[in-house]
């Protein structure tokens, strides 16, 4: 008799050992995957950001950005073998904005008048230019980015998502994002950015050169635009279509935050990244509607967005 | 917005440029014409391209000769710009406005089992070069329509006991969310039960994944002694990438079933890793035609070796060519019929096994070039992948009453 509950009570404790254990390894799924989802969400405010900025000024919905992002990528796989990682991660977003200030001057200035479906489908339509473009002069197959070694590799045996890249990859997503708040908080030029987002018209008879004004707004978001591409060609596969796959969630960033915050952008994009990433541990199929659900939730909630301000897209 | 009417075009100018030689060629005959549809635009781009590189070289080959019929060949290729709502229309524009004789395509199973409904009604003889799900000639077979590439049963035949002595018994699968994903990977568990392992878990991912870093986070978890990553395209290089980036291979076995030698190229060296199957290989010792075949292909694509997509491209071609001049036919029906149990010569089939099509499901039993990845070529950069055998496609395919197709000939 009291062997049988000796072992009961034994293979009671087992059981509870185990459940714990259970209940560790789940914790330990969750806690990676919400630390996972934000790094996943740093790059989706890096793109967001830059479309929100362009947005916010312009009243340009920038179907184009995927592209942008593309050609970033692509010219620095071009510039690779001449300058390094390093050299390209600096020199392709800023080739990639000189070209975004050439299609900014020649195809959206004359329509700033205009509806802003017109920008929409001018974007539209370049997106898919940009795409046929870069198949034309790269060529379909797919391109191999490399990046330096000690960067490609897991920082610990435990976290082994986080690599050295990866960090880096959300190092410089603060750094940008810090850089782009103290821009427009400290300098004549953010000022104006953000006194034009508020009332254009207004900065426009104060004798400000607005046409400039845009143009260089309009560069800063393709730069983050390229900056992005060079990062995620680092860990994706580099090829014409990834864009269109890495667009849809910035816009997600964008409404969920709230259009015309910038910080609802920041917040927005964390906030799908790690929605997305803890859906996949219950429900893979689910993880990329996710975000969507989550856009409809709080348009219905709060259709203004998260931070946004009222009456911001009429 | 007016993509297609640009792509429409930019395919007429490639069209013209290379239908004028051969028309020169055969003055005073109507050309035959071929009609091929592929996903030029989207993520299968790159494949679908090499199967048009090689469907030309075979009509180039095959008009140089004479044509078919004294008559010379002409490919129209369309985009189906991988829509099964696009390549439906595509199909049905070159069967009732082009007149072509037949159909080639698609890369995208989902595409290649909508054009066979069209097909089918339209009484035209079509093969799927390039798309892999076993319905095309299982449960869904048409009496008009071949398959050059495998089925995902017989991918899963080549390697599945290789992993298993190889790397252990407990696979985690990360597998893409649609058909083709689907009926693979029920294929390799099948296969795994079969010789006593177990399935930790299969992360379904959707297509167009472009990270994958939760289910790795997830697969890891499970401690199982092999991933199998059964994605393609840009997916698989996104798998793989973020694998080796996560030093998961160091710990965890990485394999799969179907691996193409495009997207090894756009994986960076150490990333190219695995044991694998290819369709075909550009590589073998002393296959007949084939030097001629690599040096044809380079000499057209900048150097560029084949792929197996090529491969595809051309055998289909020649398929009908083949056919249509040993019966003194281009009729559908009758050149439906005389493929059953149709051999390839040496010049087409370029690999060492016997390769015909099979009577019963009108599948091509073709070899499966079973092997390792390899980080750098040796003698030649394009060389990256490691062939260890090449096993006939009659070894690795299910016979045809385990299939599911029975074939209903028009009355």
Same mark, same amino acid.
């Given at each position: 008799m009291t062997g049988g509950v000796v072992t009961s009570a034994r293979s009671l404790t087992g059981a509870r050992i185990f459940e714990v254990q259970r209940a560790d390894a789940m914790t330990q799924l969750l806690l990676f995957n919400v630390t996972n989802g934000l790094i996943i969400g740093a790059f989706y405010v890096l793109m967001a950001l830059g479309l929100s900025l362009i947005l916010n000024l312009s009243n340009v919905i920038n179907f184009a950005h995927g592209g942008f992002l593309v050609i970033g990528g692509y010219i620095a796989y071009t510039i690779t073998p001449y300058l390094g990682f390093w050299g390209a991660l600096l020199v392709a977003p800023l080739l990639t904005a000189a070209i975004g200030i050439v299609v900014e001057r020649i195809l959206i200035r004359p329509l700033y008048g205009r509806d802003p479906l017109y920008s929409l489908l001018l974007t539209f339509g370049l997106a898919f230019i940009i795409e046929d473009g870069t198949r034309f002069i790269w060529g379909a197959q797919g391109k191999p980015v490399t990046i330096p070694a000690f960067l490609?590799?897991?920082?610990s045996y435990e976290f082994f998502f986080i690599t050295g890249y990866r960090l880096f990859m959300v190092l410089m997503v603060v750094a940008s994002v810090s850089l782009l708040f103290a821009l427009l908080r400290y300098t004549r030029l953010g000022m104006r950015i953000r006194a034009g987002t508020l009332d254009l018209e207004t900065v426009s008879a104060l004798g400000i050169n607005v046409g400039m004004l845009r143009s260089l707004n309009f560069a800063v978001g393709v730069f983050l635009a390229g900056l992005s591409g060079v990062l995620a060609a680092g860990q994706l596969g580099l090829e014409p279509t990834m864009g269109t796959g890495l667009l849809m969630p910035s816009f997600v960033a964008i409404i969920v935050g709230g259009v015309g915050s910038l910080p609802g952008t920041l917040f927005g994009g964390l906030l799908i990244g790690v929605a997305s990433g803890v859906t996949a541990v219950f429900l893979p199929s689910a993880s990329e509607a996710i975000m969507y659900v989550l856009m409809a939730v709080v348009l219905l909630i709060r259709p203004r967005g998260l931070f946004g301000e009222e009456g911001m897209m009429t | 917005m007016n993509r297609r009417t640009l792509l429409k075009a930019g395919a007429a100018v490639g069209a013209a440029q290379i239908a004028s030689p051969f028309v020169i060629a055969a003055r005073g005959e109507t050309p035959i014409k071929i009609g091929m549809v592929d996903p030029l635009t989207g993520v299968y781009a790159a494949v679908a391209q090499n199967e048009v590189v090689g469907a030309r070289l075979a009509v180039d080959n095959i008009n140089a000769k004479g044509g078919v019929l004294g008559r010379p060949l002409e490919l129209l290729v369309e985009d189906s710009a991988n829509d099964v709502g696009t390549g439906v229309q595509k199909t049905r524009k070159l069967i009732e406005r082009d007149q072509v004789s037949f159909i080639i395509g698609d890369v995208n199973s989902g595409i290649a089992q909508a054009m066979a409904q069209v097909t089918a009604e339209k009484k035209v003889l079509h093969v799927v070069s390039g798309g892999h799900t076993d319905?095309? *000639?299982?449960?869904?077979?048409?009496?008009?329509v071949y398959r050059v590439c495998n089925t995902t049963r017989m991918e899963a035949n080549s390697v599945s006991d290789l992993l298993f002595n190889k790397y252990g018994k407990r696979w985690h699968f990360i597998t893409p969310d649609y058909a083709f994903g689907h009926t693979l990977q029920e294929a390799c568990a099948a296969n795994l039960k079969k010789l006593g392992g177990t399935v930790t878990g299969n992360e379904l991912a959707p297509l167009g994944t472009s990270d994958f870093s939760a289910y790795l986070i997830k697969a890891r978890a499970a401690n199982p002694d092999v991933l199998i990553l059964l994605p393609q395209g840009s997916d698989m290089v996104n798998c793989l990438k973020q694998i080796v980036q996560f030093g998961i291979n160091r710990q965890i076995h990485v394999a799969g079933t179907q691996q193409e030698l495009e997207s090894l190229e756009a994986?960076?060296?150490?990333?190219?890793?695995g044991i694998w199957m290819f369709?075909?290989?550009?590589?073998?010792?002393? *296959?007949?035609h084939l030097a001629e075949f690599v040096a044809e292909i380079r000499k057209r694509t900048g150097g560029k070796v084949p792929t197996a997509r090529t491969w595809f491209g051309y055998t289909s071609v020649y398929t009908f060519a083949l056919a249509a001049n040993r019966e003194k036919t281009i009729d559908s029906f009758k050149l439906a019929q005389a493929l059953g149990d149709f051999e390839m010569p040496d010049e087409v089939k370029l690999q060492p096994n016997k390769v015909y099509y099979r009577k019963g499901d009108h599948q091509l039993m073709t070899s499966a070039f079973v092997g390792e990845a390899q980080p750098?070529?040796?003698?030649?950069?394009?060389?990256l992948f490691r062939v260890d055998s090449i096993v006939a496609g009659d070894t690795t395919s299910p016979p045809v009453s385990e299939t599911g197709c029975t074939l209903q000939w028009p009355a």
């Open positions: 490609a590799q897991p920082l | 319905g095309i *000639t299982g449960k869904d077979c048409k009496w008009n994986l960076p060296p150490e990333a190219r890793i369709e075909w290989y550009w590589k073998q010792a002393n *296959t007949p750098k070529g040796a003698s030649d950069p394009q060389d």
